[in-house]
């Protein structure tokens, strides 16, 4: 059974700063797009960011040049580092694994909280 397992979230100070990870099981890492998602309460879930496997990495408007996303290979795991996080911030963030157009699915996580308050 494919697994896809998020972890690293929590509570952190405005202009904090967090690092998510997401490891994977069961999939064929290496063909899969990994994007991280997040959802705050009461918005629909929103894409944050994704990488390629060819490590071509794209950002949402509010994430760019505070948010990086990663992956290791190695490990089946991606990685989303976070600086100068604002109370906007705050939502349950989601990693997807999304497979490449002869393989069309997409695997979800089950989520980690991010909560950015003083």
């Known amino acids: 059974q494919v697994q896809i397992v998020e972890s690293g979230g929590g509570l952190v100070q405005p202009g904090g700063s967090l690092t998510l990870s997401c490891t994977t099981s069961?999939?064929?890492?290496?063909?899969?797009?990994m994007e991280w998602y997040r959802q705050a309460p009461g918005k629909q879930r929103e894409l944050v960011a994704l990488?390629?496997?060819?490590?071509?990495?794209n950002y949402t408007a509010s994430a760019k040049g505070r948010f990086t996303i990663s992956r290791t290979n190695a490990k089946s795991a991606s990685y989303l580092q976070m600086t100068s996080l604002e109370p906007g911030d705050t939502a349950a963030y989601y990693c997807?694994?999304?497979?490449?157009?002869?393989?069309?699915?997409?695997?979800w996580g089950q989520g980690t909280q991010v909560t950015v308050s003083s």
């Open positions: 990488i390629t496997p060819k490590h071509d990495t």
């Open positions: 997807a694994a999304d497979g490449p157009n002869w393989h069309p699915v997409r695997y």
């Open positions: 069961r999939i064929n890492f290496n063909i899969y797009t």
